[in-house]
């Protein structure tokens, strides 16, 4: 048996999606831009897909939802742009993140902290939740972008991104959330909080890899992010990526389509699956279950590498992941571990299960046998689980 439970790192394209794109590829190939036919069949299909992103997002016609080709770009777009139009023109000179932010925003965060911008690193509790008082504490008249990601995707932690955003529309203070572990996951609706900038990405939605988009308020515009043309409204010329665009507004509509199953039979799977999991002593979750997004676990099995535990199950045909970085000799520590303080044997216990909804019983009751064979066998060669005071072996 296969089993892909890394869902938080990338999902199946669904077939509906694939479907979609399909003939943008060799039939209707045209560039958008150009001006003849092969160019203006391709027209209503992508302002179909448009319609769709903007509609999963509530997201009303006067705003703007720039397609780029991947949360990564439009993360370092927000802060780039801030620092260009706020921070060297020596307007403001402060921004504010959360500690655990996706990479493609805390890399960018040190790359405007090293060209003089400040950058306030918020940490999380010991549930790997933000407490949004931190971000009212830290805000002066100098902060000119609050940036804090919608959902974690280590934990599936929700952050407080209505509170946070209310909190900078008090100060008047730019708000940015990193939404791509929420689309899909929970209700989008731009307009029910205060958010300037939401960051997507179809993939993590059943869409294509390689095509994300930025949503950007009314008033609140970036700087163009690419020069050079008219497309997407002058903010990312380049030539469309049509069966891109197609298949985003096509997984988009799926996503809402199947938002109340992802939300609540997904819960139910993932929930009967954990109990199984902390069933096997000393193990440890980090966020409670309802302050989290139905599909995401990330357990620690004490005394057992994350990387131990992938190779086993990996062996099984199981995918997981341990949300680590593994470079060359050093096996890191897990994030989020690390920043909830997590004691230095834990840090590397971290395991990531992330379901979607393609994942069935069958495949979790698989998974359940083959995690429980590689905590037997792996604990029976951990040095560390040997000598673990008895107070931590029931
Ligand atoms: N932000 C979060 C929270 C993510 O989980 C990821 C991907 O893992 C990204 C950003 C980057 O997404 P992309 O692969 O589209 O660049």
């Known amino acids: 048996m296969r089993v892909y439970l890394d869902n938080n790192a990338t999902t199946i394209v ?12 060799v039939q209707k190939y045209g560039n958008p831009n150009s001006l003849h036919d092969f160019a203006s069949e391709t027209h209503p299909a992508i302002k179909q897909a448009m319609e769709k992103i903007y509609a ?28 260009f139009q706020y921070i060297l023109t020596g307007r403001k000179n402060h921004i504010i993140l959360s500690e655990v932010e996706h990479p493609s925003v805390i890399a ?30 830290n805000i002066t008249d ?49 307009q029910s909080f205060n958010v300037d900038y939401l960051t997507m990405s179809a993939h993590k939605f059943h869409g294509p890899k390689g095509v994300g988009a930025l949503y950007m308020k009314k008033g609140k515009e970036l700087l163009p992010l690419l020069h050079g043309g008219s497309q997407m409204g002058g903010y990312r010329s380049g030539t469309l990526n049509v069966p891109g665009i197609v298949g985003m507004g096509r997984a988009m509509e799926q996503a809402v389509d199947a938002l109340d199953f992802e939300m609540h039979d997904i819960r139910e799977l993932r929930d009967a699956f954990e109990e199984e999991l902390l ?14 997004v139905a599909n995401t676990i990330l357990i620690s099995f004490r005394g057992i590498e994350g990387e131990s535990m992938l190779w086993d199950l990996n062996r099984e045909g199981i995918a997981a992941s341990t949300g680590s970085a ?30 979607s909804r393609y994942t069935t019983k069958e495949e979790l009751d698989y998974t359940l046998e083959a995690v429980k064979k590689a905590v037997t066998r792996l604990r029976s060669i951990s040095s560390s689980y040997a000598y673990a005071p008895e107070g931590y072996k029931n």
């Open 14 to 25: 669904d077939p509906h999606v694939f479907e979609t794109m399909e003939p943008y590829f």
């Open 56 to 83: 999963g997002i509530h997201a009303p016609k006067e705003d703007s939802v720039v397609i780029t080709s991947c949360a990564t770009e439009s993360n370092n777009w927000v802060l780039k742009s801030i620092y």
């Open 108 to 137: 960018t965060a040190k790359f405007i902290e090293s060209m003089g911008c400040r950058v306030t690193y918020l940490p999380i509790n010991s549930e790997g939740l933000i407490d949004p008082q931190s971000v009212r504490d």
């Open 142 to 190: 100098k902060t000119a972008l609050v940036s804090v990601m919608w959902v974690n995707n280590e934990t599936g932690a929700i952050f407080p991104v209505e509170e946070i955003g209310n909190i900078c529309a008090e100060h008047k203070v730019l708000f940015h959330t990193d939404a791509v572990q929420a689309v899909g996951k929970l209700p989008i609706d731009v």
């Open 279 to 292: 069933k096997i002593p000393d193990t440890f979750v980090v966020t409670p279950r309802e302050k989290r």
């Open 326 to 355: 593994c470079a060359s000799e050093d096996l890191e520590s897990n994030p989020v571990m690390e920043a909830i303080g997590a004691e230095a044997d834990l840090a590397h216990t971290a395991v990531r299960f992330s379901l």
